[in-house]
């Protein structure tokens, strides 16, 4: 774990409720992919947010908000606001979690993502793509509406890029222009793996999420020690 300083370079509306977040570090940093950082609002009030990014890149992105606006991503957005427009630097630990990517595993993938969980998928998506991982990847991401999709047209490329390598965007609400799979996340997963127990699983998302994935995965063979997410620490 290292404490760095940021500029806050860029913040832009993802969707009315989620902002992507590019800072960029004074010095080099060193995290692994599905890593997070927690951004300082004070010396007592410190955030974590999963980076976006990977570590081949120089810029460090964060995807902040959710399906309904809360003070959690408000503050912290208004934080980045005010220094950005003050030209002053943010403070963060980062390096955080131990939910990163195991790139050595011979096993095949499934990434789960809950809303802005996406962030934390995306990192490992994008690190895969680079590695040229060749084992079977399939990437699962819920959201409640489907303009919730902020990267879906990114995430169809992603997929296209390998024949092992799958998209799945699962919208919960139902909607008549939605072509895709709908409903809980985690239930498109059940549906389509009679059972899990040969997967590595990457799990990010609302707490209540990462519950309901952790006890109805492993009740469908997935092994516990092949599950990782950060949220687990916190359920
Ligand atoms: C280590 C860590 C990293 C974090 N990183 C970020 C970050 O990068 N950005 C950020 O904004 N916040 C982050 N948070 C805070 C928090 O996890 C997010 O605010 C939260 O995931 C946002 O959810 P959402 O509103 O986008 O999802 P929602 O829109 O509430 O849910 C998305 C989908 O998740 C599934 N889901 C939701 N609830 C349930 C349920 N009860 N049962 C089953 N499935 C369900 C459904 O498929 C649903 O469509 C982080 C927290 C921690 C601890």
Redesign the pocket.
């Known amino acids: 774990m290292t404490t760095i300083s940021c500029n806050v370079d860029v913040i832009e509306a993802l969707t009315p409720t989620v902002n992507r977040v590019v800072l960029t570090p004074a010095e080099p940093v060193t995290f692994e992919s599905g890593q997070?950082l927690q951004l300082y609002l004070s010396d007592s009030d410190k955030r974590?947010?999963?980076i976006a990014s990977t570590p081949a890149q120089p810029q460090l992105e964060?995807?902040?908000?959710?399906?309904?606006a809360d003070q959690?991503?408000s503050q912290a957005l208004a934080h980045l606001l005010q220094q950005h427009q003050l030209k002053q630097p943010v403070q963060a630990e980062i390096g955080l979690?131990n939910a990163q990517f195991r790139a050595d595993s011979e096993r095949p993938l499934i990434l789960v993502a809950?809303?802005?969980?996406f962030?934390y998928v995306y990192s490992i998506a994008q690190s895969i793509a680079a590695t040229k991982v060749d084992r079977p990847v399939f990437v699962y991401w819920?959201?409640?509406e489907q303009a919730a999709l902020y990267h879906n047209a990114t995430m169809q490329q992603w997929a296209a890029q390998n024949s092992k390598y799958r998209f799945i965007p699962?919208v919960?609400q139902l909607d008549e222009s939605w072509q895709g799979r709908s409903g809980?996340?985690?239930e498109a997963v059940l549906e389509d793996f009679v059972s899990l127990e040969a997967y590595d699983i990457y799990v990010a998302?609302?707490f209540?999420?990462a519950g309901?994935v952790r006890s109805a995965f492993i009740e469908q063979g997935a092994h516990r020690e092949h599950m990782f997410g950060?949220?687990f620490a916190?359920i």
């Open positions: 997070y974590p947010f999963s964060l995807h902040i908000g959710g399906a309904v959690y991503a979690g809950g809303g802005t969980g962030s819920g959201v409640r699962v919960q809980m996340v985690h998302g609302p209540a999420m309901v950060d949220a916190y």
